[in-house]
């Protein structure tokens, strides 16, 4: 089992940018895909990014491709969402998921939280305008 910690949080003005860590412990995270997502007072849960196991392959969501990218260094076992020209629309709760499924491979699959076994606690990101 993985335990995930989110860090890198915080308040930024319109237009700024934040790094958010993920930093696994229990297991290596080479084995698992990882994903990142955001949930707003009110809101559901939605999907921002996730990538494979590998590195490889990237999936973003609509809403911040272009300014968004997920990253992440398996020999230092964390994850990172980089977020530049942040929107207030963009506040909300960070959450980092894992999950080992091999055999998930479509975008729709990696955007859907039910397919992910594990999470962190969460990171608050309040972007001003």
């Known amino acids: 089992q993985v335990q995930l910690v989110e860090s890198g949080g915080g308040l930024v003005q319109y237009g700024g940018s934040l790094r958010l860590s993920c930093a696994a412990s229990?297991?290596?995270?080479?084995?698992?895909?990882m994903g990142w997502f955001r949930q707003a007072p009110g809101k559901e849960r939605e999907f921002v990014a996730a990538?494979?196991?590998?590195?490889?392959?990237?999936f973003y969501a609509d809403s911040v491709k272009g300014r968004f990218m997920t990253s992440r260094d398996n020999a230092k076992n964390t994850a990172y969402l980089q977020m530049n020209s942040l929107k207030p629309e963009d506040t909300a709760v960070y959450y980092c998921?894992?999950?080992?499924?091999?055999?998930?491979?479509?975008?729709?699959?990696?955007?859907?939280?039910?397919?992910?076994?594990?999470w962190g606690q969460g990171t608050q990101v309040t972007v001003s305008s």
């Open positions: 998921a894992a999950d080992p499924d091999l055999t998930i491979i479509t975008y729709t699959a990696y955007a859907n939280h039910r397919k992910y076994d594990y």
């Open positions: 229990g297991r290596t995270i080479s084995s698992y895909r």
């Open positions: 990538i494979s196991r590998s590195g490889g392959t990237t």
